[in-house]
């Protein structure tokens, strides 16, 4: 099956090149698409001489700091154009360990369309998180459940495999999320649609170098977006 990563970047220079090197470790055949946001810290140079070197690394340069969502949005519709079977999201910041994709792969094969990397699965599977930050996590993944009627213990993780049908039936330039609640968005689409969504337990390693994206605003989108969802009315559910 051909296989791509889609990560999006912003100021991730001390972490790119170390995942790139991790995953092309375990998956040799697989291609990974980076989406830079203009990244002040050079990020978006380092990818450069990296594709010059490594045909399987491919960099989508973007003119300044658009959003997780959208960043997606561009790796989807490049995965589309370029026939790739299974596509994969993952952090840049090393939270998220390339072991897991061979759990997700396998699942894959057993006919799923959507396999998420669970941090909550088998009880709490996270690192270096505070309590604060926890506890926050936590309200999120079981609002969003309640809400929309998700059926996933995890259903704002970052890290998962669709195959390439999902993203084809979902109109992408009418997600209308670009933060945390993206992923809660997508995950929703999927399950109305009737696709098989699974999780596979993750260890999630709170991010080695730099700074973490996640703020009020993100967060009040997430708090929004799910009863929106949940009332959105209409064949691709026009959201209210």
């Given amino acids: 099956m051909k296989s791509l990563i889609i990560i999006p970047s912003y100021n991730e220079r001390e972490n790119i090149e170390k995942l790139i090197k991790q995953i092309f470790a375990l998956l ?3 291609n990974i698409l980076v989406v ?3 990244s002040p810290d050079g990020t978006g140079g380092l990818l450069d001489k990296i594709v010059q070197g490594d045909s399987r690394v491919k960099v989508i340069h973007r003119p300044g700091k658009l959003g997780l969502g959208t960043a997606y949005i561009e790796g989807f519709k490049y995965a589309i154009a370029n026939n790739y079977d299974y596509v994969f999201e993952m952090d840049a910041d090393l939270s998220h360990e390339p072991k897991y994709i061979l ?3 396998k699942k894959m094969e057993q006919g799923f369309d959507l396999v998420i990397g ?8 996270v690192v270096h998180w505070d309590l604060k930050r926890l506890m926050l996590s936590l309200w999120a993944s079981f609002y969003a459940r309640t809400i929309t009627g998700l059926v996933l213990t995890d259903p704002m993780s970052g ?3 669709y195959r390439k049908k999902v993203l084809e039936s979902i109109p992408l330039d ?7 609640s993206f992923q ?7 399950q109305r649609a009737g696709f098989k969504l699974a999780e596979v337990p993750i260890v999630f390693v709170d991010r080695f170098n730099g700074k973490s994206k996640m703020g009020w605003k ?6 929004l977006m799910a009863p929106r969802l949940r009332l959105g009315k209409g064949g691709d559910f026009k959201i209210l």
Avoid: T, W
């Fill in 174 to 180: 009418k997600v209308k999320s670009n933060g945390y």
């Fill in 28 to 30: 040799p055949d697989f």
């Fill in 118 to 125: 669970s941090r909550y699965l088998e009880g709490i599977s």
């Fill in 218 to 223: 993100i967060i009040l989108e997430a708090a």
């Fill in 159 to 161: 890290f998962k495999c």
């Fill in 36 to 38: 830079d946001d203009n």
């Fill in 103 to 105: 759990e997700m792969q």
């Fill in 184 to 190: 809660m968005e997508m995950h929703f689409r999927a």
